[in-house]
């Protein structure tokens, strides 16, 4: 059955999705140095209200209905930022990052937030304020290399706790960074184990290690077509209806890939914060590609149909989700 599928060509006649996305990098200080990262700084504290200011600006200017919410790891261990959340009234890092949200929705905008790993109670906390969230596994395997926060056994705490908080989810794992296929595979099964307990993950990404200025780490062998195509079968046998998102800035064979991806993820006019090196193309271009491969591109929000359900979102979040559906089909 699932070989049929992938003859005829998953996506065959189905849109492909993506969201229109701006950044919002509350701070890039993290206390850790993993080898890979391009993302981290020491001293440069939180985002200030004047850059908030310009970045909603700029988003509500720029179309964007996604705000990606992005920080290093517990940023509030560091006394310098504990500092300036004291001084700037705030209680903690989650307050803060409560009160960026609730200027994004106030904007019109969806926040989604990517902070790392963090508790249940600190999720519940962030629930009402954000209509999604997200944490990439990355991999199964431990490398000494990299924070202890990147730890798996951590992240798939922090996965699992973010389920029983019944917060819609982005996952995924990070590919071309030394890993071999069958730890690919062992980390997209993990994946699929969880999200069968606990129903929340709404996409993965399958995403390429990029090295970046200040990244040490050597790039490894990247998957073949065939590799990407096993884990796209598998991940469709194990978790069916959970979206595959491969980021097309990060992984130029994509449109050799559209048969069986989903999702092109966040695209925006703005740096891809995180990979810096690797812009993105515009929406336009992308849709001339897809529209070439015989697919077309459909926005979406960064909350997925799959979990806009009381379920899954609060009241205020499934009003907004709403009236952006009858935006779209107006
Ligand atoms: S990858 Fe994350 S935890 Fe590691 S140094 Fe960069 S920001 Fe910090």
Not at 92 to 110: I, K, Q, S, T
Not at 165 to 193: H, M, N, V
Not at 322 to 327: H, V
Request: with cysteine.
């Amino acid at each position: 059955m699932l070989k049929a599928v992938y003859e005829e060509g998953w996506g065959t006649g189905r849109p492909v999705t993506y969201s229109r996305s701006l950044t919002f990098v509350l701070t890039h200080d993290c206390p850790w140095h993993c080898g890979y990262c391009g993302f981290r700084a020491d001293q440069e504290g939180l985002l200030s209200e004047r850059k908030l200011e310009s970045l909603l600006q700029e988003a509500v200017e720029g179309g964007a209905r996604e705000a990606l919410l992005i920080s290093g790891e517990r940023p509030d261990s560091l006394p310098h930022i504990r500092k300036e959340l004291g001084e700037r009234g705030f209680t903690d890092f989650w307050e803060f990052a409560n009160h960026v949200a609730d200027r994004c929705a106030g904007a019109g905008l969806f926040p989604h937030g990517n902070f790392g790993r963090m508790t249940e109670a600190e999720l519940q906390r962030l629930r009402p304020h954000f209509v999604s969230m997200g944490m990439m596994l990355e991999s199964v395997q431990d490398h000494p290399g990299l924070a202890p926060e990147k730890k798996s056994s951590g992240r798939i705490a922090g996965i699992e706790a973010a389920g029983r908080a019944k917060i819609p989810f982005t996952c995924g794992i990070l590919i071309g960074w030394g890993e071999s296929q069958s730890s690919r595979l062992d980390s997209l099964a993990r994946l699929a184990e969880l999200h069968a307990c606990h129903g929340h993950l709404q996409e993965i990404l399958i995403q390429r290690y990029i090295p970046n200025r200040g990244s040490r780490w050597p790039v490894g062998p990247v998957p073949t077509l065939e590799e990407y195509r096993e884990m796209v079968q598998r991940w469709r046998g194990w978790a069916p209806g959970v979206a595959v998102q491969i980021p097309p800035n990060l992984e130029p064979r994509w449109p050799e890939l559209l048969p069986w991806l989903d999702d092109l993820g966040g695209i925006s006019w703005a740096n891809d914060e995180v990979n810096p090196t690797k812009p993105w193309d515009t929406v336009e271009g992308y849709a001339g590609l897809c529209r070439r491969g015989g697919r077309e591109m459909e926005e979406r929000l960064p909350v997925y149909e799959s979990h806009r359900s009381a379920e899954w979102l609060t009241e205020f979040w499934l009003k907004k989700a709403e009236e952006f559906s009858a935006e779209v089909t107006a």
